[in-house]
């Protein structure tokens, strides 16, 4: 499976736009970018996910790379409830993708 | 919104019981999933069904079964509760027909299950 890099941890103020990158070197043409996150004692909650083009949702942009090898998940305006773990992962179309798998993720921590 | 609704929040449990935990999802999703995770050790699958009566094996299933009798209901049993089956328990639900769906996955808040 194609692997996911993500920065450890990040940190934002209440209010201004985060940015969390997602490097995916080895994507194929079939893996979809998918987002999560999961917020202090709660399950993980899907975020966005996205092919080629950037997509937006009522949660955040998903702003995907002409090359594919990275996105960018894009928080406009950070709020305390905002800090969680955000997991990159690849689901591939067609193949055995019931299984999810998180990496470590980017710990998010947001300051009032 | 999807609704993925985990029939307790924390549950404290002997060593050797029978403990059942449900999950209830309000979208007519086809896939179920259960999970656990543990610190170190991320996310792991331990059954998922992909309709009514079916199930399928995942990474670990020693020590659980499970049951769907209705689409919107999936039961995850431990037969006889061993104490390195304390874990936080997690169900999904998601649209499409497993193995081959890329929809995204909708999870319950989880169990906290401490077996003692």
């Known amino acids: 499976d194609a692997k996911t890099t993500q920065p450890n941890s990040m940190e934002s103020n209440e209010e201004e736009p985060v940015h969390l990158p997602c490097n995916h070197s080895?994507?194929?043409?079939?893996?979809?970018i998918h987002w999560y996150r999961q917020l202090p004692s709660q399950g993980p909650e899907y975020v966005i996910h996205g092919l080629t083009s950037n997509v937006n949702n009522r949660m955040a942009s998903l702003a995907i790379a002409e090359d594919r090898k990275s996105s960018t998940l894009i928080l406009h305006r950070a709020t305390l409830r905002d800090a969680a773990v955000y997991y990159c992962i690849l689901i591939r179309s067609g193949g055995s993708n019931y299984k999810l798998t998180f990496g470590k993720g980017t710990l998010l921590t947001v300051n009032p | 919104d999807v609704k993925v609704t985990q029939s307790s929040r924390y549950l404290v449990k002997r060593t050797g019981e029978k403990v059942f935990l449900e999950c209830v999802q309000d979208?007519?999703?086809?896939?179920m999933f259960w999970y656990r995770q543990d610190p170190g050790l991320g996310l792991r699958l331990i059954y998922f069904s992909y309709d009514v009566k079916m199930k399928e094996k995942g990474d670990i299933p020693e020590g659980y079964s499970v049951s769907r009798e209705k689409k919107e209901r999936f039961s995850l049993i431990l037969e006889s509760a061993s104490t390195n089956q304390t874990s936080m328990y997690l169900c999904?639900?998601?649209?499409?027909?497993?193995?081959?769906?890329?929809?995204?996955?909708?999870f319950g808040d989880g169990t906290r299950l401490s077996i003692l």
């Open positions: 979208m007519d999703h086809e896939n």
């Open positions: 999904a639900s998601s649209l499409g027909q497993a193995p081959y769906s890329n929809q995204p996955q909708h």
């Open positions: 080895t994507i194929s043409g079939t893996d979809y």
